[in-house]
């Protein structure tokens, strides 16, 4: 049995640092460069000519790549090429298959560390920090503790009884066809972990890579082709949603989806999935993380400076861009009275600017239609009579998709921004009267149809386990006095219920036996040579 694998730790990039002046260099060779990014179909690079270019968020007059798309002829050859290559991949066995993604963990934490975080720094607009924990540490731990987990289930999932004359056993196979790998484009480590967790288990995989993380996606594969990745084990299909949902949905081999993104884009391709079963060969796997509208409850009795730090770093950190960020936040009046003014305060201590300056605490959203969505809710706020706009608020898309870090107060706890997921850096707060702890709990768990995280800030044990139980199925992360973003593989696997997805909980073994299809085997060592039984005898 291997050993258990320890978190990755996370560099600093302090000024002076080795990893900073290793950074600060990769990122200035990457700026030169424009990458021609083709389709990787059966381990060939396919260049079809129908090109997109990938820009710097924050810098979006910059091109750093040249990406072909895949049509639909490429998307079929790209599973059928997962369905070829599934038998050796099998026949691999689990050891072999884990060498492999361990050996790129083994590459990602250290001489591809660099390239990996500058390409997710300018394809996403990161700060160093946050493309360190994801790209780097959060995908290292995605594979070594993936590896882990599929080395438990041979004798965890193994038959408790085996009578005398029979050997019981349990294979511990993958799905039979391949896996659909629909991935986001705001974490790197979440795009590379969606088709590698079900390879681990001998599926194969066909990836659509978002058309916001193109680049740093690419990077992740060629990575994973170094470390020994076989042809046609993983296909890499920059496309069209449409398309690859046509294409592969009509495939018979078409086996699951592994999917995160927009909640109406996965009941879309859940239904679409429903429509196409009487063709298929099995009942396709459906694993997804879809959003969230992520929330803070503070107790009058509270933490209030660790309040203000969890509401600043949970909802401004990577720009509010992640399905985690804490978007609304119930605060009793007298708290927020207190803290209201400071929270302003240090907000407007943020810094925004390119990713390249280390000093800066925020970029730029995505795109342009990032920059439009969470625009608008501003603009809205800014208009209504049941809020005020009492930090941030300006939006300038000129040079980079750039929005100030804003905070909404609204009388109305059902107001858009309270319930509506924003995808920005956005937090909206409704102040509720101090006597009103467990209505304001009431209002939180109701007012949303996500359930993905959640925080409650609360000093006593006893109203801490009040709000526990109240929201019970109101986040499918529950942090107690601390932000809710920035669950760690194997300490907090993620992942939530409602309309945020299955809950089938990255970053933990759950979601590994997704991909599983066992098969249970009896070996009679004894067999029977008589037809008959005891109680056909007659009696004396």
């Known amino acids: 049995m291997s050993s258990q694998p320890v978190n990755e730790p996370i560099l600093g990039y302090a000024p002076g640092s080795p990893e900073r002046a290793a950074l600060q260099t ?79 963990a083994e590459l990602l934490a250290g001489d591809w560390r660099m390239k990996v975080n500058a390409s997710t720094m300018l394809n996403q607009s990161k700060t160093a920090f946050q493309a360190e924990i994801d790209a780097a540490c959060e995908l290292i731990d995605f594979w070594n503790f993936n590896c882990f987990y599929a080395r438990q289930f041979h004798d965890m999932y193994q ?61 992740l594969m060629e990575l994973m082709i170094e470390a020994g990745l076989p042809a046609g084990v993983i296909n890499f299909v920059p ?62 009795v509270c933490d209030e400076q660790g309040l203000l730090v969890a509401l600043l770093r949970g909802s401004f950190e990577y720009q509010g861009q992640k399905c985690s960020a804490a978007s609304r936040a119930y605060v009793p009046r007298s708290v927020w009275g207190r803290m209201g003014w400071q929270l302003v305060a240090e907000v407007r201590k943020i810094t925004m600017g390119d990713a390249r300056d280390f000093t800066n605490f925020m970029t730029a959203v995505i795109d342009q239609r990032a920059f439009d969505k969470i625009s608008g809710y501003i603009d809205r706020a800014k208009a209504s009579d049941v809020c005020e706009v009492i930090v941030g608020g300006g939006y300038d898309g000129s040079v980079g998709w750039f929005i100030e870090p804003t905070i909404i107060v609204t ?27 467990e209505g304001a709990l009431k209002m939180c768990d109701e007012a949303s149809p996500y359930a993905l995280t959640g925080s409650i800030f609360a000093t006593n044990d006893a109203d801490v386990q009040t709000a526990f139980n109240t929201l019970r199925f109101t986040a499918g992360n529950f942090y107690i006095n601390d932000k809710p973003t920035g669950a760690v593989v194997a300490q907090q696997p993620f992942g939530g219920a409602r309309a945020s997805g299955t809950n089938d909980k990255a970053g933990g073994p759950l979601n590994l036996l997704r991909w599983m299809s066992p098969r249970s085997v009896k070996h009679t060592l004894d067999t029977p040579q008589d037809w008959g039984y005891t109680f056909l005898e007659p009696d004396e």
């Open 411 to 437: 009388s109305d706890p059902n107001y858009e921004s309270m319930v509506e997921e924003i995808f920005g850096p956005v937090l909206t707060v409704f102040a509720y009267g101090d006597d009103d702890f």
């Open 239 to 300: 496309s069209s949603g449409p398309d690859i949902s046509d294409v592969c949905l009509s495939n018979p081999d078409f086996a699951g989806v592994h999917f995160t993104g927009s909640t109406a884009v996965f009941q879309g391709l859940w239904q679409r999935i429903g429509e196409a079963l009487p063709n298929l060969k099995s009942y396709p796997r459906i694993v997804g993380e879809t959003g969230g509208k992520d929330f803070v409850v503070a107790h009058p």
């Open 159 to 219: 038959p408790l009884v085996s009578p005398d004359g029979v050997k019981n056993s349990t294979e511990i196979r993958p799905l039979e066809g391949f896996v659909l790998a629909i991935t986001p484009f705001n974490f790197s480590s979440i795009a590379a972990n969606l088709p590698s967790a079900p390879a681990i288990l001998g599926n194969t995989a066909v990836w659509k890579p978002s058309r916001n993380s193109y680049h740093s996606n690419y990077v």
């Open 26 to 104: 990769e990122l200035d060779r990457q700026m030169a460069e424009v990458v021609e990014i083709p389709c990787i179909i059966n381990g060939e690079k396919v260049f079809t000519g129908n090109t997109t270019t990938q820009v710097i968020p924050h810098k979006h007059g910059h091109i750093i790549a040249n990406v072909h798309q895949a049509g639909k002829a490429e998307i079929a050859a790209a599973c059928q090429a997962a369905i070829d290559a599934q038998e050796a991949w099998i026949d691999m066995g689990l050891e072999a298959r884990c060498a492999i993604f361990e050996r790129c």
